[in-house]
């Protein structure tokens, strides 16, 4: 497998891709029906968005399986097909990709609270393992735990990953910004609370994504810079803050808009810069183009 801490160890920062969920609706998903399917179902046109990103300049990808956990896929009756529909992900992207691109596999939260007691820790751990293996059999150079907020479930995906897989593993929360002033996830964590803890459990790179533009994540970058300045940071911004128009969520930023507050993003300590909601190959190609040009 290829190193991603060796090649950001080489000084430029990397590229990372954009939304997926985004074209999968654009090419025929139905609400209510499960995405990860479609690695199986619908594998071309999975390829499509995998190969977009790499064609508009990306230097990774992901995969399609953010809600790939058992626990995620029980609610389309898929759960035992986990290995399988993850396995799926990774080898699209991997074919994509090539031998000159990473391929990060994909692993979002379960939606389940242990602090609630609603499922314990060892079937929470062996789910996620099951996808980290899956993942990694698929041909992914490493694992891209994104979008959670609570530090138990985070911490525990990734002591799973990294004891079945020994994969490099990237850990994305996602924040908002409070009436305060502060950045908070839904569960009340700060950026600094999930740097500190989230390397402790293991991540080698550690990051935000979705929920902000570049403007909020340049905010949040230094956060996590104030209590750590070397550990790799990876951030996936939406398109800025999301609107309610006429009735549809729009993304007001457009490639442009995005662009030109990559070299704040840098300056702030960003490593790894790509796209989440609202964004897509026109934006990761000009963010490539500004990264690529300094």
Known sequence: ??????????????????????????????????PELWNVTRRADVAAIAESYIAAGADLILTNSFGGTPHKLAAFGLAERAAELNEAAAAI??????????????????????MMGEVDEETLAEGFAIQAAALKKGGADGLCLETFSALDEACLAIRAAKAV??????????????????????????PEEMTEAVKEAGADIIGTNCGNGFEQMIEIVRAIRRVDATTPVLVHANAGKPLYVDGRTVFPESPADMAARVDELIAAGANLVGGCCGTGPAHIRAIAERIRGR
Do not use: I
């Open 165 to 190: 897989t020994g994969l490099e593993v990237a850990c994305t929360f996602t924040f908002e910004k409070t009436p305060a002033g502060e950045f908070r996830t839904m569960m009340g964590v700060s």
């Open 93 to 114: 992207s991997r074919a994509a990709a090539g031998d000159d691109h990473f391929v990060l596999g994909s692993m979002g939260p379960t939606g389940v609270m242990l």
């Open 1 to 34: 497998m290829k190193s991603l801490l060796e090649a950001l160890r080489r000084g430029r920062p990397l590229v990372s891709d954009g939304a997926w969920g985004t074209f999968l609706y654009q090419r025929g998903l139905q609400p209510g029906e499960c």
